[in-house]
């Protein structure tokens, strides 16, 4: 199969971020020529006059099925909403409202030009099977927690670990990992079944969250004597197959220890100021000591979108408010942070992240034809401070449309909302929560 | 001319925040029913199934024409983005261009669901013109500045303000006003023109910027003795019909002078946020001082969008990451500061801000039914926190349609989209300013 994606404006992410005029050829499930393409017979063209054309963009942390709780509890401080609206309702998940959960997931990545998920959440089986049936890129993990979870207690996590590593294991779009929650949440022991998993599955990712708030910065170091970092670090947990979540409380030494380490960040800047965490990335000393820093959404609930272009303008502006200087965080960073460093923070860079010949065909292409995208003078700068989600008509992954002029391939987009809707009905009456001031169906 | 907007789920904005699912009629230029409308033959029917029917949102503070500048200087402190790409570019201003930019801004607003818009630029006629020909709502200033502007020597000023202002008088779309521009670009002598101006045309609304940065607060006060708020005060500038722009580096006891003026403030976080001015509004003790404060873009040079849902979503994310407290700014305060709360800074409550029978037809329908707004539980919470700009699909100004299902119905979006690029190209050659790291066409 090849597909010729033509006249576009090809933003490649390649070393160079090379900006060409031109097309890009697929051929099976990656690309095969930038810019200038050989002549030859082809499968399938798309017109890309009046698009930019971008690697998939990658969320380098979410809970996909977490959508069905989008705007349930908003404007809560971070342990009321857990303690009245999150976990009363994930008390009742099953596996199907989890796969209906991640299903709109999928559909809103897809339309918003997001080819590459990085996630962790129960019933992971019911996640990988549905973006495998998507042909949405998914790193999933097998949680671990101190207590049960709505899927599986504390002491068959290990062997259900060891069967979804090996259910998954090599398949072409979804990549098993190992998500211990975090270090609040899991005991010495627990990491060092995880550390030993990781060893065994012959060095997968770990996926957790690290030093998200102040408390739980605090409460691990009370607990253990060490901060989180450390004590991912003395577990061997912190290392070049390692993704942390938030780092929005970690300190000018952590920052060095993360930069020996090779670990990577997810950056969730929207869920970090919705929960109200206080916390600031320390990015361009993080930069500094060349860590790799992604962008994520964090789930729906705390969002409450999954939108990566959302996503890069509060990174960009939040890191220039913060700091005082509007060099902070400049455009093209923070297009890297959405594509290529992702991909770098996955140990994937080899594969994903950039336009370039032999990487996996993940392409977006956005329309730009639109009054909020003219006058049209540096695609970059549009990126990350202009464009939205929406702006997305076609997308990619591994050679295959997903989206194709604005039309759902994979998914029957009628069908996925509608059962999400209805799923998040039943959770929400079945746990008794009523959302917001204004409960209201249309 | 009666309009019917037939099964939405109307957002009222109303003193009870009443959501009411049902129908609005539209008789001439205002609201003839909510809810429960009357039988009876009607000129058109807008189908408003799947859809929020809310007042259009208000742009309380914004320079229309900086469309032409969207992207031209990111990531630049804030003297050399004025010094390198700003200034250079507007010296070549005409009203031409000016018209061009505008005509842009509107487009885009109508499609964001703006429907009103406070602005402040040079050549305010040609703003005037194309929000009038476009069929917009605006308050338009007629600038005061101690130099030169692209159109105007400083000792014409007072007799342009005059003129404008007869011109516009009485109009039913454009309301004129008074700019002094800022107090560290206004002398005593200007702004006391300003006051006896305002005396003069019976109490018409004054719109300046006001303690924006910091160094701008130290240099009014080493230059005049007053911080800016004062230095308004002390020339009759602050009362009922004062709108302040920025407001991010205000004392408490500021905050108490403006609850006691009646003044309101153009909240502007996204601009505020790009250019790192470091501020942050005091948004809570303003609300409790009972300040009006409504949701400004500024420029789209700064921003660099005009979408106010994405100003509403940081201005509510802003505050809780500020505050560490996620109950700041809830949802609901928030869409009241795009709507109701702008009208009141305006003085225009009593015909703008809420739909409600005897008030101006300024109605804006969103189209909920798509991935990133499923499940809807909260309306008000998705209005803030998830729909974009592109959910929009029908908007109406005084009863007319600007946008209709999609289609704009006033302006011919490919020709404004054409003439403001090559505007903006003719702009940027004439000034010799090259924009950000890659300058592409497409």
Same mark, same amino acid.
């Given at each position: 199969?090849?597909?010729?994606?033509?006249?576009?404006?090809?933003?490649?992410?390649?070393?160079?971020?090379?900006?060409?005029?031109?097309?890009?050829?697929?051929?099976?499930?990656?690309?095969?020529?930038?810019?200038?393409?050989?002549?030859?017979?082809?499968?399938?063209?798309?017109?890309?006059?009046?698009?930019?054309?971008?690697?998939?963009?990658?969320?380098?942390?979410?809970?996909?099925?977490?959508?069905?709780?989008?705007?349930?509890?908003?404007?809560?401080?971070?342990?009321?909403?857990?303690?009245?609206?999150?976990?009363?309702?994930?008390?009742?998940?099953?596996? @199907?409202?989890?796969?209906?959960?991640?299903?709109?997931?999928?559909?809103?990545?897809?339309?918003?030009?997001?080819?590459?998920?990085?996630?962790?959440?129960?019933?992971?089986?019911?996640?990988?099977?549905?973006?495998?049936?998507?042909?949405?890129?998914?790193?999933?993990?097998?949680?671990?927690?101190?207590?049960?979870?709505?899927?599986?207690?504390?002491?068959?996590?290990?062997?259900?670990?060891?069967?979804?590593?090996?259910?998954?294991?090599?398949?072409?779009?979804?990549?098993?990992?190992?998500?211990?929650?975090?270090?609040?949440?899991?005991?010495?022991?627990?990491?060092?079944?995880?550390?030993?998993?990781?060893?065994?599955?012959?060095?997968?990712?770990?996926?957790?969250?690290?030093?998200?708030?102040?408390?739980?910065?605090?409460?691990?170091?009370?607990?253990?004597?060490?901060?989180?970092? @450390?004590?991912?670090?003395?577990?061997?947990?912190?290392?070049?197959?390692?993704?942390?979540?938030?780092?929005?409380?970690?300190?000018?030494?952590?920052?060095?220890?993360?930069?020996?380490?090779?670990?990577?960040?997810?950056?969730?800047?929207?869920?970090?100021?919705?929960?109200?965490?206080?916390?600031?990335?320390? %990015?361009?000393?993080?930069?500094?000591?060349?860590?790799?820093?992604?962008?994520?959404?964090?789930?729906?609930?705390?969002?409450?979108?999954?939108?990566?272009?959302?996503?890069?303008?509060?990174?960009?502006?939040?890191?220039?408010?913060?700091?005082?200087?509007?060099?902070?965080?400049?455009?093209?960073?923070?297009?890297?942070?959405?594509?290529?460093?992702?991909?770098?923070? %996955?140990?994937?860079?080899?594969?994903?992240?950039?336009?370039?010949?032999?990487?996996?065909?993940?392409?977006?292409?956005?329309?730009?034809?639109?009054?909020?995208?003219?006058?049209?003078?540096?695609?970059?700068?549009?990126?990350?401070?202009?464009?939205?989600?929406?702006?997305?008509?076609?997308?990619?992954?591994?050679?295959?449309?997903?989206?194709?002029?604005?039309?759902?391939?994979?998914?029957?987009?009628?069908?996925?909302?509608?059962?999400?809707?209805?799923?998040?009905?039943?959770?929400?009456?079945?746990?008794?929560?009523?959302?917001?001031?204004?409960?209201?169906?249309?």
């Amino acid at each position: 199969m090849r597909t010729l994606i033509r006249d576009g404006l090809l933003l490649t992410q390649n070393a160079q971020r090379d900006i060409v005029r031109g097309s890009l050829l697929i051929e099976g499930d990656r690309i095969a020529a930038v810019g200038e393409v050989p002549e030859g017979p082809v499968d399938r063209v798309i017109d890309a006059r009046g698009h930019l054309v971008i690697p998939g963009l990658i969320n380098l942390h979410t809970h996909l099925p977490m959508t069905l709780l989008r705007g349930v509890g908003d404007d809560l401080p971070l342990e009321e909403w857990l303690r009245t609206r999150i976990w009363p309702v994930e008390a009742h998940l099953t596996a @199907a409202e989890v796969k209906a959960g991640a299903r709109l997931a999928l559909l809103e990545m897809i339309a918003g030009g997001t080819t590459c998920f990085n996630d962790m959440y129960f019933f992971a089986d019911a996640v990988a099977e549905a973006a495998a049936e998507a042909g949405v890129r998914g790193f999933v993990a097998s949680v671990f927690l101190d207590f049960p979870t709505p899927e599986l207690t504390p002491d068959r996590m290990e062997s259900e670990a060891r069967r979804f590593h090996a259910r998954w294991a090599g398949h072409p779009l979804i990549t098993p990992t190992l998500g211990p929650h975090a270090t609040y949440t899991c005991s010495d022991k627990t990491l060092q079944t995880v550390a030993r998993l990781q060893q065994e599955f012959g060095g997968c990712l770990v996926h957790t969250h690290c030093s998200e708030t102040r408390t739980e910065v605090y409460d691990v170091e009370a607990k253990t004597g060490h901060r989180p970092v @450390a004590q991912l670090a003395r577990h061997g947990l912190l290392g070049e197959r390692t993704v942390l979540a938030h780092c929005g409380w970690i300190t000018k030494e952590e920052v060095r220890a993360l930069g020996a380490s090779g670990a990577g960040i997810a950056h969730c800047p929207v869920s970090n100021f919705k929960l109200a965490t206080g916390g600031w990335l320390p %990015l361009p000393e993080l930069w500094e000591a060349k860590v790799a820093v992604g962008t994520g959404t964090d789930g729906a609930a705390s969002n409450n979108t999954l939108s990566l272009f959302e996503t890069m303008k509060f990174m960009a502006l939040g890191q220039k408010q913060h700091r005082w200087d509007a060099r902070v965080a400049p455009a093209q960073r923070v297009f890297d942070a959405a594509t290529r460093e992702g991909a770098r923070a %996955l140990g994937a860079l080899d594969r994903l992240g950039s336009l370039e010949v032999g990487k996996q065909a993940d392409v977006v292409l956005i329309d730009v034809r639109k009054p909020h995208l003219t006058p049209l003078t540096d695609p970059v700068s549009h990126l990350v401070y202009a464009v939205g989600a929406q702006d997305v008509r076609t997308v990619l992954v591994a050679g295959k449309p997903l989206l194709l002029e604005g039309r759902f391939e994979t998914l029957d987009a009628a069908k996925v909302m509608a059962e999400a809707q209805a799923a998040a009905e039943a959770l929400l009456q079945k746990a008794g929560v009523r959302p917001g001031a204004a409960q209201q169906g249309i």
